[in-house]
């Protein structure tokens, strides 16, 4: 069997080593790794054996040894057994030790180990040692600083009342993250699996690495492909499931059934256990043995199995008839009105033959529940009813956060429509967009005219996240031809109002994205909700797009909640609320990864780079923008990657390079074709003007007619920037009294910046300076020195005034590029900015400015 590596435990494996460093060094330590059975404490003794330097000593609680005084001890001292002292020897060979010396038995071991120094002490499942070794070791790991002995101990995390060890720093250790247990599969699985094959085991072993070494060791070829049913529980043959059927046999019969009837039904509370228990002629009593040994846990009328994995195998140990008696039985206790659907689902596990006719009850009650809906359909003879209830179980396993499971139930279905939808849903925002437009479109043409208009603007949004506009006047144009019904009209209208904003035509855009909140705003629908505040943005509606994406966030659909808090984040950071904007983000990145939606989670990534860069931390941006492009992509320039480059482009600004902000800024989209992310170009227009020449025509007329102040505001300084009409003064007055009336001080102060004004300049050296943005207050405070200088040369930034003179000097272009480490292409772009704000045109006019 290969060798595992190691996953998701280097914090603790550096704490181990740095133990083991001190130790080595003469200050000695020990440590206490607690956790559930197989998260991976023994794997972390192995590393601290191989790891050590000297003499290692290993051993472990038995539970057939814990009545035997010093058993432990014995085998961790076998290999000095030609050193130890009268006292140690006696005490291990079966002597034992008085009450009084057990003291001097204790100090006697410790200074045995200083002797052998340096020593390390691996000790495994501490909550199994006899009492005698126990207290021994806890005795010396409390007293080994002075010395280069390291004690390292391992004992369960199962609510144990007793610490084995008092006093020892403890450290407990949960399960993997997703991603962690994503790359153990693969460590496990040579070629790997399918996506939905492993997030559908990642989901069954919740974190535990050994559960989910087990699962995928059990995987027949078929079930590997994705083309079997997947296990619903350990292997007989599982080491961790062998563990926990140690645990249970230990306890009495009464307490296994009573443990049965809670593993039956996760919704089963105590009234109800008590009412069971009652019907069976079982004393309740029982329930004490599995509440100590920390089984299961009950909190008022709460039922609880502390480790999710107990649970299963507690059920999947009973035989089969125990089970199906467990079943009849609560199906028989639980009220029939309140809890219709529990009453089936146990009807059905408990009946030796189930029928058509449980078949369609569970349909009928379990219209919300997937595994109602599943087991329903296992129950039908028809393909095509069988195959909708599978799609509708799908569903409600999306819309639920389990994407795998609702993808490994779409591999059951008969092709359809309805599938095609969800599907395409699910590789909108976990998969390669091509393949969700493909799906999708493949989806419209096979449903009703309402639900084709909401597969089509699916697909308008699987194009905006590729970047691939040109084709979306053409999926506008089919919605449109779609015979007339209210509830495609939102849909339809979200896509022509799409098309035309990102063709230029905005006022058509305005009245189709209008109608589109008006259409969303009184819906319950996420989706709709999501589109609607989607509109809100590109009618620069920040405050509409923050109260519908809110709403959506909190309709309880986990599959739309990242997406309705992408929306979120976008609105805060352009009302200003910066901090909430990235609390938004990261919050929505979290959710985004632990629904595998991958596309959702790199945007986030993109957006956090984006904050990253205002705050002028090069640092977290840079990190950020390689999380948001970690993935292959077929696309030039899909939307992580565009958020990506304006971060950086940002953070070229704040760092007073211009000609490489203007070069990633281009690369975002060419709007003569189409290509690329074009709303985000449009949005990072402001900061191109910036950077270099641009025309600002197409920004300037969507900024006015949105009537929004602060994009008003921008495209302003975008025309003062490109000195047009009545001059710069004249745009960046009215930039700054629109700027008044908005919220956004960070763009307020970058365009005072910009304004070269001396006063100006010092309220955003003093905005940037409270708000905490170091890179844009130094750049401030450059632009207030060059200023005050000389006032000739006062409308030149910093790093432009440092360039002028060494070119009055005499220098060339490709001398100052190699004497400031710039690009000679960044020097060039320099100069041409520097000739324009100092009206001049060459540079002997430069050179007798400066003498």
């Known amino acids: 069997m290969q060798k595992v590596p190691i996953r998701g435990r280097a914090a603790d494996q550096r704490v181990l080593d740095a133990l083991l460093r001190r130790a080595a060094g003469g200050r000695g330590g020990a440590l206490l790794i607690r956790g559930e059975p197989g998260t991976g404490k023994s794997t972390l003794l192995r590393h601290v054996a191989g790891a050590a330097t000297g003499t290692v000593l290993r051993t472990a609680g038995l539970a057939d040894e814990a009545a035997l005084p010093y058993a432990a001890l014995h085998r961790l001292l076998q290999p000095l057994s030609d050193r130890p002292p009268d006292l140690v020897e006696r005490a291990i060979s079966g002597g034992g030790c008085p009450p009084e010396d057990r003291v001097r038995l204790s100090m006697a071991v410790l200074d045995l180990l200083a002797s052998s120094a340096p020593v390390v002490c691996c000790v495994d499942d501490a909550h199994l040692l006899d009492p005698a070794s126990a207290d021994t070791l806890g005795f010396v790991a409390r007293r080994v600083g002075p010395h280069r002995v390291a004690v390292v101990f391992t004992a369960g995390g199962d609510g144990a009342a007793d610490d084995p060890v008092p006093g020892v720093p403890c450290r407990w250790i949960s399960g993997l993250a997703q991603p962690d247990s994503r790359a153990l599969l693969g460590d496990v699985v040579p070629g790997g699996l399918p996506t939905d094959v492993a997030g559908a085991l990642v989901d069954l072993a919740r974190g535990n690495p050994q559960a989910l070494v087990d699962l995928a060791r059990s995987l027949t070829p078929a079930q590997c492909r994705g083309e079997a049913p997947l296990p619903r529980g350990l292997p007989l043959d599982s080491p961790l499931r062998r563990a926990y059927r140690a645990q249970l046999a230990l306890l009495p019969a009464d307490t296994r059934w009573l443990l049965l009837l809670a593993a039956a039904d996760d919704h089963l509370d105590a009234t109800e256990l008590v009412r069971a228990a009652r019907a069976s002629g079982t004393d309740l009593t029982a329930l004490a043995a599995a509440e100590l040994c920390g089984v299961l846990r009950v909190h008022g009328d709460r039922l609880t199995f502390p480790r999710p994995l107990a649970r299963t195998v507690t059920y999947d140990e009973a035989p089969m008839g125990q089970r199906q008696a467990a079943h009849r039985l609560l199906a028989a206790t639980l009220d029939p009105v309140r809890h219709r659907l529990r009453v089936a689902l146990h009807r059905v596990a408990g009946a030796t033959e189930p029928t058509a006719a449980d078949a369609d009850d569970l349909a009928a009650c379990g219209s919300g529940s997937v595994e109602a809906l599943e087991r329903s359909a296992d129950l039908t003879t028809d393909p095509a009813l069988a195959s909708a209830r599978l799609v509708a179980a799908a569903r409600h396993a999306w819309t639920a956060g389990q994407p ?49 208009a909401r597969a089509l603007a699916f697909a308008g949004d699987a194009l ?26 939102l849909p339809v209208r979200y896509l022509a109002g799409m098309a035309a904003m990102l063709r230029g035509r905005h006022r058509d855009a305005v009245t189709d994205l209008r109608r589109v909140v008006e259409l969303g705003s009184p819906s319950n629908d996420p989706t709709e909700l999501i589109w609607a505040a989607t509109a809100c943005l590109l009618l620069a509606d920040d405050a509409g797009a923050d109260h519908l994406a809110g709403r959506a966030a909190e309709a309880g659909d986990v599959s739309a909640r990242p997406r309705a808090l992408e929306i979120r984040a976008y609105a805060e950071y352009w009302l200003g609320r910066l901090d909430a904007a990235q609390t938004t983000a990261l919050d929505g990145m979290r959710e985004a990864e632990a629904a595998a939606q991958d596309n959702v989670a790199d945007t986030f990534a993109g957006l956090l780079a984006m904050m990253a860069a205002r705050r002028g931390d090069g640092a977290a941006c840079r990190r950020y923008a390689a999380l948001a492009t970690r993935r292959p992509s077929a696309d030039l320039m899909n939307r992580p990657h565009a958020l990506s480059e304006w971060a950086l482009a940002l953070l070229d600004l704040a760092a007073d390079r211009p000609a490489d902000a203007a070069a990633r800024i281009t690369t975002i989209a060419d709007p003569r074709t189409g290509r690329g992310q074009l709303v985000v170009y449009m949005m990072a227009t402001p900061d191109l003007a910036e950077a270099a020449p641009v025309d600002v025509g197409a920004f300037t007329e969507w900024a006015e007619g949105t009537g929004d102040p602060l994009r008003r505001a921008l495209a302003a300084r975008c025309r003062a920037l490109a000195h047009r009409g009545d001059g710069p003064e004249t745009h960046f007055r009215e930039a700054l009294r629109l700027h008044r009336a908005t919220g956004n001080d960070f763009e307020r102060a970058r365009t005072e910046m910009l304004s070269r004004g001396r006063t100006q300049v010092r309220s955003a050296l003093a905005t940037f300076e409270r708000l905490g943005l170091d890179a844009w207050a130094a750049r401030a405070r450059d632009a207030l020195r060059a200023a005050d200088e000389d006032p000739t040369t006062g409308t030149l930034t910093a790093q432009q005034l440092q360039i002028a003179r060494m070119v009055a000097a005499g220098a060339t272009n490709r001398e100052v590029a190699a004497q400031l480490y710039l690009s000679t292409r960044t020097v060039d772009h320099h100069m041409r900015n520097i000739f324009v704000r100092l009206g001049i045109r060459s540079r002997i006019e430069l050179a007798k400015l400066f003498s």
């Open 464 to 489: 905006c996240y590729a970047g691939n506009h040109a084709r979306l006047p053409g999926l506008a144009r089919r919605a449109a031809a779609l015979p007339a019904e209210l509830p495609a009209e």
């Open 404 to 452: 795998h499971r609702a993808r490994m139930l779409l591999r059951r279905t008969a092709q359809g429509g309805a599938a095609d939808l969800l599907a395409g849903e699910i590789e909108l925002r976990s998969g390669p967009p091509a393949s969700a437009l493909r799906t999708l479109l493949t989806a419209a043409d096979r449903l009703p005219p309402a639900l084709a």
